[in-house]
């Protein structure tokens, strides 16, 4: 499959320019950042918040990266260490060197990074993309995960024509003029196309070439194995795929928490972080509470 990477050393360097800038300037004082070593590339981690207890270690989306949380890592930072891992093979502070082919080979990266931080266990949430591998660690590594919270994630449902449909005309639409993205954001009900920050980002990050691999539909199999306490939060509007549908399956096959989210679609974390934020902290601490 080849690895991820810039077309050009100049890419990479306007980039690299603008993520530093962005994260200076979006994230709450006192982050700081460190990069671990794996046999699939360093990989940058930006920490908040307390170092004591079990962290919250947040996935983005497909080419996402640490400064997806902006919006977040202040009220889950208050009382839990943040860990924001930017992945190998996605646009951000990290470099992959060596191919992620499979589900394995992702889940052994985020492995070797636990390790790299010191870390036995943490609360996973991941969005999209992202929660899928967190579904992935944690069925091979459920002693490493406390909880684990998913955002619209791939992974659980077909995905047919309407989503490439809807990344595509996202895509067009973010090279357009402010008031042309911002019109485009309400037909596409794309809240990302209104997030000026965000989408600067994505311009820069237009000349990245993603090598990573494509999720299949979790078995129904995997998902009565799976004994991580998860919360799932789907979009009703969700262009994946069909929420209602995956949210009966979810609550038949396994054993997860699933809330519908009235009038989001797949762009859930952008157009309601205060409710992820708000559902997900409550989620941690009933959880605990009975751990206790």
Not at 53 to 63: I, T
Not at 195 to 205: N, P, T
Request: proline share 6%; with cysteine.
């Amino acid at each position: 499959m080849g690895v991820s990477s810039f077309t050009s050393d100049q890419a990479r360097s306007t980039f690299t320019l603008a993520y530093d800038e962005a994260m200076q300037r979006l994230w709450p004082a006192g982050w700081t950042s460190t990069d671990i070593t794996t046999a699939y590339g360093p990989t940058r981690v930006n920490r908040f918040g307390p170092a004591d207890g079990v962290p919250v270690v947040l996935l983005p989306g497909a080419a996402g990266n640490s400064l997806m949380w902006y919006r977040y890592v202040a009220d889950l930072g208050r009382d839990h260490q943040v860990l924001a891992v930017d992945p190998v093979g996605e646009p951000g502070g990290s470099r992959q060197d060596k191919p992620i082919d499979t589900a394995d080979d992702l889940t052994e990266w985020l492995g070797e990074v636990f390790t790299g931080l010191g870390v036995a266990q943490a609360h996973l949430i991941g969005c999209s993309y992202g929660g899928w591998t967190a579904m992935q660690y944690a069925l091979r590594h459920p002693d490493r995960v406390a909880t684990m919270t998913l955002l619209d994630p791939a992974g659980f449902g077909k995905v047919g024509g309407r989503f490439l449909a809807w990344v595509i005309l996202g895509g067009l639409a973010g090279l357009a003029p402010r008031g042309v993205r911002h019109r485009a954001a309400r037909w596409l009900r794309n809240a990302t196309l209104l997030d000026d920050d965000l989408m600067g980002m994505a311009r820069v990050s237009m000349s990245f070439r993603r090598r990573l691999p494509v999720p299949p539909s979790s078995t129904d199999d995997e998902l009565r194995t799976s004994s991580t306490p998860a919360l799932v939060l789907l979009g009703a509007n969700s262009q994946l795929y069909d929420a209602a549908s995956v949210a009966q399956r979810l609550r038949t096959v396994g054993s997860f928490h699933v809330d519908v989210v009235p009038d989001a679609g797949h762009d859930l974390p952008v157009s309601c972080p205060s409710l992820v934020v708000e559902r997900s902290l409550a989620f941690l601490a009933r959880t605990s509470s009975r751990a206790a």
